[in-house]
């Protein structure tokens, strides 16, 4: 068990490609920290320097209180899990989880103890005589899971381990993994792209882009107060509405917002609703529904001047608008809806989506 | 998954694979119809009659005690080139699968050698290596090796060892360097985490993995001296000095053009190709089905 701490840690490949670009943070001891961001934001990149795959440009990487960017990645004490298992397909699943404490020089009774206990833990005690060959996806997942735990390392590093899996397995490992997390209490980093995955998982969440950290925190507090237009339509789904500000309907119906900022409503705050409140207020034409069952999603376009900000994950198309509603009731294609947000669920973002505004 | 084609007719399928038929049987059937049906034959010295004899030419070669020489020298001949042709080519493949700067060129120039004639590669070693004006035979005769392929056995079987693995370790190169290359780099990375240093991630890791591509080599491999160093061996040693670097297919050659004995050269044609079909067969067999993780 120990603490991870990255200070301003850099990555530049010889083509002079800056894939890192700074990143401070730490994650405490026993804490289950998520990098999520988009492919090609460098999360993965950066999980890789913590393991000792990659080299550090610069900075440092500093691990139970050692600074470990010359040390090789069996001696940082750590284990990882990869996107695609990566099992020695020759090893039976003993020996597969077996190798690492082999390879440390541990007696073959304590071997066996740990592999057959992780085993336990895992369910796979049945099938540890079999090739990873003959097991099915979800088995595999398990061995990894598996070859990780039994080395009992300072820190578990986890690159993309479920986006291999079906939808359905993956909610379950999902939980299965944050449950054994819970359980052996060990430093995890874990990298994702699914924002879902990232939410359910982090104690404390980085949301990377470009190289660059854009947010930590933890999930919830990332979900309410968003730091960037980045995040604030990368985290949630549906994304988040952004919508520009200028000499339009918003403006009057925000006094004090400046001009040229950024609004951003999430789908879920929306009211349908012809009371205006103590709001702001759209009509819209109902281009399209979504019904999931639950709930309802309600894209509508603005009447007027209607344009949305791009921001780069956001992916809607201008002028549109999502709108949650619950499940049961939706309007017809093309009815004209009034959809209310209430003024303490909005956000403010300055005109270049960098920086929040507290309203 | 059905994957074959299908042809509403008869005629078109027949058509497209009459051309490698016809190779097959022109240039591969036909002559060893006539080895074996002259491997029952003797005929005597002016080729003016020919007696059908049975199996009396392979009763003769097996009380031949040269035969078993030739079969001894085989067996040397293609165990050394098969194990350093192989240890070499997975060296060079080992080195040339890293990333460093102009690797393009490393690997393109270690396959060149395979495309040299062997005669051509035999020749240029006779050079290097010729008592007296070679570079390297003179080096060696500095250096108080009295080195001598023209009249020491010995050293005629290193040669020709030499120039046939010289001929051969470009094609094994080719052959790891891609096996090494389709072995998950994630796989390496999960045992370098693991706590294997390189050496014992190269035998527990890699060199398993690659076993598949070792077996085929290994076949590959003595079928090629076998049968394909003949070239080498008559422009290197000629089979000499007394028959040290005779192999059973040099002995075929030897026997049959120069020695003109038709019958007993047909007869080792035949065993010859028992053999080839043997490995063959173990190929398909074992190698090709088995050997997979």
Known sequence: ?359 | MENRALFAGKLLPCLLILPQLAVSLIFFYWPAAQALWQSFLVQDAFGLSTEFVWFENYVNLLQTPEYYQAIAITLIFSALVAFFSLALGLLLAVMANRNIRGIQIYRTFLIVPYAVAPAVASVLFIFMFQPGLGMIARALQRNGIDWNPVLNGTHAMILVVIVAVWNQISYNFLFFLAGLQAIPKSVIEAAAIDGARPMRRFWTIVFPLLSPTTFFLIIVNITYVFFNTLGIIDTATGGGPNGATETLVYKVFQDGKVGTDLGGSGAQSVILMVIVVALTAFQFRYVEKKVHY
């Open chain 1, 1 to 359: 068990m120990a603490r991870v701490a990255l200070r301003n840690v850099t990555k530049i490949y010889p083509g002079g490609f800056q894939a890192i670009k700074g990143i401070d943070f730490e994650v405490g001891d026993g804490q289950f920290c998520v990098l999520v961001g988009p492919s090609g934001c460098g999360k993965s990149t950066l999980l890789r320097m913590v393991a000792g795959l990659e080299t550090i440009t610069g900075g440092d990487i500093d691990i139970g209180g050692r600074i470990v960017n010359q040390v090789e990645p069996a001696d940082r004490d750590i284990a990882m899990v990869f996107q695609n298992y990566a099992l020695y397909p020759h090893m039976s699943v003993y020996n597969n989880m077996a190798y690492g404490l082999r390879n440390r020089g541990m007696g073959e009774a304590e071997i066996k103890t740990r592999v057959e206990e992780a085993a336990r833990i895992l369910e796979l005690g049945a099938m540890l005589q079999r090739k990873p060959g003959q097991l099915s996806g979800g088995q595999r997942q398990r061995v990894a899971m598996g070859r990780a735990i039994v080395r009992q390392p300072k820190v578990f590093l986890f690159d993309e381990p479920l986006s291999n899996l079906d939808a359905k397995l993956r909610i379950a490992m999902r939980v299965e993994i944050r449950k054994l997390q819970r359980r052996l209490k060990t430093t995890s980093i874990y990298v994702t792209h699914d924002q879902l995955e990232a939410m359910t998982l982090a104690d404390m969440l980085v949301v990377m882009n470009s190289g660059q950290v854009e947010q930590i925190g933890n999930p919830l507090d990332i979900y309410q107060k968003p730091a960037t237009t980045f995040v604030a339509s990368f985290i949630g789904a549906p994304p988040m509405n952004l919508l520009p500000i200028r000499s339009d309907g918003i403006k009057a119906q925000l006094p004090g917002a400046t001009d040229g900022g950024i609004l951003g409503i999430r789908p879920e705050d929306f009211v349908v609703s012809n009371d205006a409140g103590k709001g702001v207020a759209f009509d819209l034409t109902v281009e399209a529904i979504e019904r999931v069952g639950a709930e309802t999603f309600i894209y509508g376009a603005r009447e007027r001047e209607a344009q949305a900000v791009t921001a780069t994950p956001g992916e809607l198309p201008s002028g549109e608008v999502i709108v949650r509603i619950p499940g049961a009731e939706a309007p017809g294609i093309g009815q004209r809806i009034r959809a209310v947000a209430p003024r303490d669920r909005l956000h403010l973002f300055s005109a270049d989506g960098r920086k929040r505004i507290d309203l």
